[in-house]
């Protein structure tokens, strides 16, 4: 049986498999990787690149036998969309993949997706398990280079400029004719290092500093963009739809009751919630044309990473229609988590304030299925490796409004780039003092 053939010249076959590797248990780095609590997808090889506003109808017209049927399973599209002109970036349809599920009582699925020419039998189970298996090794490379330093660090907006564009941002919110009310500003560091970065093993680094976060790999031009990423921006499964934006940020304590007292100190934080409503009430207004139900909770609650707690608002609702994930993607990104709002006068200005474009960073990173699931997070707490393989790029940004202190934003900037620095070169976050 070679699977069913569409439009596209392809076809696929999704099987399960009875067993396999950690999806971060790999010699050299996957195509693709999207791994969060509850499911791993793992690619390799390119069967298609495909348009992220032509997705949808691309991944339709691939045939694809599914014996799995699970949230994941079957033909998909992942990739990491850029900042700005997001429908305009390329998603890619794997050649071999891997997908692991796990239900809310602990059980573990597995299978197995092939991805090629409607001429060209794919491989039967057994030939897709050894397809798929051949891409790991048993154990991590030991060749590869294990300790490198950072040999430079270069920003084109020190800290002390950016806690100046901040005060400047505020003072002219402050005016009474302001339209500005909310901007995320964000500032990048460019490390050189001693040698070239094993990304598996930085990825593996990731997930056990930030388990609660989606472990992501995605190629860009020049370079992988990857991360850590804690923020949901919108998953559909169905007819179900939920988001979950994370907005108000107060770095963890050293001890128990330092971080008491400053997850507390975020609790009450009128700034932080004022900043954190303007995010909630944007995706409610996008969502509720679109639901019959929508579930909005009135208050946020804490919700809490390694090294910073956030102000969380977990959205759920039923769609009327069968708007498609990326469709939802569309309309909602760049929330004000990431951008600002009004969205046009924020969009504004962060061109005018940064002093580079934003490219991948805080764009949405994420899979599509034929059916138009899929998830999407937002691409923060991220790096871009560049192709040298000996330079990174990390960016990171905060929320900014009328009443914002522009030493504490300056702070957050640091924490945030601080955690993925840890995550590349332990010790690494030194060279931002």
Known sequence: ????????????????????????????????????????????????????????????????????????????????????????????????????????????????????????????????????????????????????????????????DYTDLVARTVAAMQTPDAALQKVVLSRSITVALSGPLSLSLVLRRMRAHEPNCTIFSMPVPDGTFFGASPEPLVARQGPNVSCHPLAGTIARGTTARRDADAQRWLARSVKDHHEHRFVVEDIAAVLTPLCATLTVPAEPSLVTFRSVAHLGTRIEGQLMGKTSVLELVRQLHPTPAVGGTPRDVALAAITEGEPVRRDYWAGPVGWVDAAGNGEWVIGIRSARLHDDTQSVTVQAGAGVVADSVPEHEGAETNVKLATVLESLVPGGSARLR
């Open 1 to 160: 049986m070679t699977g069913a053939t569409g439009a596209t010249g392809l076809h696929a076959r999704t099987v399960p498999l009875e067993y396999g590797p950690d999806a971060l248990e790999f010699d050299g780095s996957p195509t693709v990787l999207f791994d969060r609590p509850g499911l791993t997808l793992v690619g390799w090889g390119t069967a298609l690149l495909v348009e992220a506003a032509n997705a949808g109808a691309v991944l339709a017209a691939i045939g694809c036998d599914d014996a799995v049927r699970r949230p994941g399973s079957g033909v998909l599209a992942l990739g990491a969309l850029p900042f700005l002109d997001t429908m305009a970036g390329h998603l890619i349809v794997p050649r071999f993949s891997m997908g692991i599920g796990r239900d809310p009582d602990g059980t573990t699925h597995r299978w197995a997706t092939a991805v090629g020419p409607s001429d060209v039998p794919l491989p039967e189970t057994d030939e897709l398990f050894d397809s798929v298996i051949w891409q790991y090794g048993v154990v991590p490379d030991d060749a590869a280079p294990r300790d490198v330093s950072v040999t430079e660090l270069e920003t084109p907006l020190p800290s002390e």
